[in-house]
């Protein structure tokens, strides 16, 4: 298990944005995680080989998973942010063992995970 760090939480009128970072390791595949108060983990997008992404329907049109391989830096790039998006996000990583990675936005897949960056939209 890998211990990784987020960065980039913040609090936010509705409506603003908010670029969420995570530096990791090399593993391939890699996602985005939420839980608000009182509520289940929930996926929020994923990345996996061949820059393949995957995102719950919340997200779409909004978010943008991205990645910095140099850097072994995660982006999660939030736009239009409403209240209902606040909550502490995780970024989450598992080595690759077969050919492709899950990409299914199950926090049971992942074993490396970040302390969580707070996010305030009001």
Same mark, same amino acid.
């Given at each position: 298990?890998?211990?990784l760090v987020e960065s980039g939480g913040g609090s936010v009128q509705a409506g603003g944005s908010l670029r969420l970072?995570?530096? @990791?390791?090399g593993d391939a595949c890699m996602a985005w995680f939420r839980q608000a108060p009182g509520k289940q983990r929930e996926g929020v997008a994923a990345m996996g080989k061949y820059g393949v992404t995957k995102y @719950?329907?919340?997200?779409?049109?909004?978010f943008a998973i991205s990645k910095d391989t140099a850097k072994n830096t995660l982006y999660l790039q939030m736009n239009s942010l409403s209240p209902g998006d606040s909550g502490m996000y995780y970024c989450a990583t598992y080595t690759l063992r077969g050919l492709a990675c899950r990409m299914e936005l199950n926090p049971a897949d992942f074993q490396n995970w970040g302390q969580g960056t707070q996010v305030t939209v009001s």
């Open positions: 298990h890998v211990q970072s995570c530096v @990791a390791s @719950a329907d919340f997200a779409k049109g909004r």
